[in-house]
């Protein structure tokens, strides 16, 4: 028996094959679809298909191009006048409002297009784009300062100083430094075998070496002059809210130079030490590297001597203010007082009546004759009363509490320095040896400006006042801390000074003290002892490899660089003949 499955019929509809194309062909298009030809496209074989035609968070500015460029004209967009007419715009004037934060937020504008270009990246995925961490408050701060620097460097202007003495035109160079190399220089030593017999390079010359470390003074026979007073602890108890005023001090200070010194004198007559000095002076080409000012010093060679000598108007005794800060005192201020030699002869009187005013009173009755210690020799530069200059104004009053140290250093096989050496000061410790100390003194000259006013901020936050100081006028302090060493001075005592007021460079008071250890302080304000060793044994080398003669030490007063001249022999000799000849007149 046959049986017929009871199921749906299907019909297989028409197929038209299509070779040439996708789709349906052209001619014979399906009538139940008639007049919707228009949402129906066109393609070739040969055109590309992109994957991702659905994915609308992409750009499709260029979705509707072929792999050729060409744009397909079925899915260009055509706009329809008559629809646009059925639309109407109600109020096409933007408010004040709208304007008014349209000018006050330019950059959010900005910032919404730079994101818009972000979201249309190259293949419209999510995921590549670059996503920026975001911006902690520190950070944010961080960079508004930086920026903030960078305009303010733009404003800066550039001040030219004067020349210390300028450069005559029978003047040899002998030699150039960039202060940069001075700052790699270091101490060397040469090398021996176990023989004692000099290593040699391949060239013939002696092998040299760095040493590893700074050479030790010793002090000459009778090299101890003039008398020490006795620090008042009381002075450990001033601070900002306890302040003492800054007194005058009737004292006399002597600056005698390498020449007119007849200690040193006899020792370079007869051979004690063949490079000799004044503590100011060594100190002075030691830390010349940090100096930014100009300034000069004097050389005279005969044979194997070398010696360092300053001329008679000279200001390297003068203390500088803020040499190395990235504001610079100005040359035309306004305020006449805050000008560079105002505030250097400012800075230099606060440091005399400071290192006095420190130290125990001393009358010469019993009752204060504790406070100080004389040495075998008196004060070497002191006028005789025998004298007619004593009558001077100038000479009134006792030579200020200075110890001359006349001291020996052994730098390397062929130099061996002798200087003049100053202690200020004698520390007393309960059962313990007297300590030597040297006196300094940093000063505000603008106490009234900006939050680091030493009145608020010396007492909480003396660490950071003494860094600003470091940044502002490293150079003074590397070159009161090599006076320490050189002077084997067992502390140093610091002072912060300030004006009384602002516009008056006349009065000033005392808001703190605190003493540093040289060795230690040394590695705080990060001098490097086999640096300034080092830069001293290079300038001495420099001299000693030319004939005998005389020598100009010159430091450019714009640029980073100095210059080794060497000068004819009367060079100097008239400022010389004139001082002597009105020493004579006066006499």
Not at 427 to 438: A, I, V, Y
Not at 446 to 471: C, H, M, Y
Request: aromatic fraction near 8%; charge should be negative; proline fraction near 4%.
């Amino acid at each position: 028996m046959e049986t017929k499955s009871a199921g749906s019929s299907f019909t297989l509809p028409k197929v038209t094959d299509n070779t040439g194309a996708w789709g349906p062909l052209e001619d014979s298009f399906p009538e139940e679809f008639e007049g919707l030809e228009s949402i129906f496209t066109h393609f070739d074989k040969n055109e590309y298909l992109r994957p991702n035609v659905a994915d609308f968070t992409r750009s499709w500015h260029r979705t509707n191009k072929h792999k050729n460029g060409e744009e397909n004209e079925n899915l260009a967009f055509k706009h329809d006048d008559e629809e646009d007419n059925g639309f109407m715009v109600v109020d096409n004037v933007k408010s004040a409002r709208q304007k008014q934060m349209a000018r006050r937020t330019p950059g959010r504008r900005r910032h919404n297009n730079r994101t818009m270009n972000l979201m249309a990246n190259k293949d419209g995925d999510l995921k590549k784009i670059k996503r920026r961490p975001v911006k902690t408050r520190y950070e944010r701060r961080r960079e508004k300062m930086r920026n903030r620097g960078i305009h303010r460097h733009d404003r800066h202007e550039i001040t030219t100083r004067q020349a210390s003495i300028e450069p005559e035109t029978t003047w040899e160079v002998v030699e150039q430094f960039e202060l940069k190399n001075l700052e790699k220089m270091r101490l060397t030593k040469k090398v021996v075998d176990k023989e004692g017999k000099p290593v040699l390079n391949k060239d013939g010359s002696q092998k040299e070496t760095v040493a590893t470390s700074a050479p030790a003074g010793v002090d000459l026979e009778d090299g101890w002059m003039g008398y020490l007073d006795y620090y008042d602890n009381r002075y450990e108890r001033v601070d900002t809210k306890h302040f003492k005023k800054l007194n005058l001090t009737d004292r006399n200070f002597y600056y005698v130079t390498t020449s007119e010194d007849d200690f040193l004198q006899h020792c370079a007559q007869h051979g004690i030490g063949n490079v000799i000095g004044t503590d100011a002076l060594i100190a002075h080409l030691m830390v010349c590297q940090r100096s930014n000012y100009p300034w000069d010093i004097i050389v005279k060679k005969v044979g194997k001597t070398v010696l360092f000598d300053k001329r008679h108007d000279s200001e390297i005794d003068y203390v500088t203010v803020n040499e190395t800060s990235y504001r610079k005192p100005d040359p035309e201020d306004p305020v006449e007082i805050n000008r560079p030699s105002e505030l250097s002869e400012e800075a230099t009187r606060i440091n005399q009546n400071f290192s006095q005013q420190v130290l125990l009173p001393f009358d010469g009755t019993e009752k204060t004759a504790k406070n100080r210690k004389h040495y075998p020799r008196g004060n070497p530069f002191t006028p005789d009363d025998s004298d007619d200059d004593s009558d001077d104004d100038e000479e009134e009053g006792d030579p200020a509490s200075i110890a001359y140290r006349y001291r020996m250093w052994k730098v390397d096989e062929d130099i061996t320095l002798v200087a003049r050496c100053e202690l200020h000061g004698l520390q007393k410790l309960s059962g313990k040896p007297d300590r030597l100390m040297t006196t300094y003194a940093l000063n505000e000259y603008q106490p009234s400006k900006g939050s680091s006013n030493w009145r608020r901020i010396l007492d909480s936050q003396r660490g950071a006042v003494f860094a600003t100081e470091i940044k502002n006028n490293v150079n003074k302090l590397w070159k009161w801390t090599a006076q320490s060493l050189l002077a084997g001075a067992d502390t140093m005592k610091l002072g912060f000074v300030s004006r009384r007021k602002a516009d008056s460079a006349e009065s000033h008071v005392i808001l703190g003290t605190q003493f540093y250890q040289p060795s230690h302080l040394a590695n705080q304000i990060n001098m490097n002892l086999s640096n300034i060793w080092g830069v001293l044994q290079t300038l001495v080398r420099t001299v000693r490899a030319q004939p005998d003669g005389k020598f100009v030490i010159h430091k450019h007063p714009n640029k980073p660089i100095l210059t080794v001249y060497k000068v004819p022999q009367d060079t100097f000799s008239d400022s010389d003949s004139d001082s002597d000849s009105s020493d004579d007149d006066e006499e």
